[in-house]
C-alpha cells in the first residue's frame, strides 16, 4: 500500500521523502529525543540514511514497514515520525513507535499521531495486535502509551545493555477488540 496519507485529529501523517532530511536533523541530533532510545545520536549521512531505509521499506511487496513522517494540519513540514512493522503476516501484529521534535512535545501531537496509526492498523490494515515498548523512565512515552488505551503487560527488569547501562521495558499493546470498545466509548 504506497502512497499512505493519514488524517487525524490535528495531525497528519505521510510518507517520508528524501528532502525531510534538514527537519529529521532537529530530531536526530537532540540528545533527549534519545535519551531512553537504543539507538544514539545520528550524524547528516545517518539521517540520510535512515530516511532512505524507512523510503525503501516503502516499496517492499508486501509491505510491513510504514514509517510516517508527522506533521501539522495544513503543513507538510516533518516535525517528527511514527509508523508501524509489521511481524509475520498471519499473526496479524505490528509494533509502534514515535519521535517527535522537542519544541512539539507536551500539546497532544504525540497521541494524535499514535491514534491516526491505531486507526490504520486496525481499520485498513486489518491487525489483531500493536505493542510497543519504553524504557520505564520514559514517561513521556508511558503516559502517551497509557492515553490512547494501550495496557501495561509487563515489565521487564534489565533486560537491555544499552549505553553503558542496563535498561529495563515496559510493554503496552492494544488488541482491535479494545480498540473498537474504546472508539465506540467516545463517539457516545
Ligand atoms: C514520547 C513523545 C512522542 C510524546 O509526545 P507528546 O506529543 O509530547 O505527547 P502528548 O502531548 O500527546 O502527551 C502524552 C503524555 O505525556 C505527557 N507529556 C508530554 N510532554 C511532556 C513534558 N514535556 N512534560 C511533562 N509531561 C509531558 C503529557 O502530559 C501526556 O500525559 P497526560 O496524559 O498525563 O497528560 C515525545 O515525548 C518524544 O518524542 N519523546 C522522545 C522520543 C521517545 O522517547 N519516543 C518513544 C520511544 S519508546
Redesign the pocket.
Known sequence: MYPVRLVGSNVVLREIEPDDWREARVLDSDP??VR??TNDLLDEAGTKAALARSIGFASVVPRTVYDFAICLPGEERYV?RAGLGIGRPEHREASV????RRD?????????ALTALLDFAFGELGLHRIF????PR????A??ME?VGMVREAHFRENYWVKGEWCGAFIYAVLEQDWRALKARKVR
Open positions: 533527549e529525543v531512553y532510545q517528527g513507535w514515535f519521535h517527535l512539539h512535545w507536551g500539546r497532544g501531537l504525540g497521541s494524535a510497543g515498548d519504553c524504557d520514559n514517561l513521556h512515552s503516559r502517551l492515553r
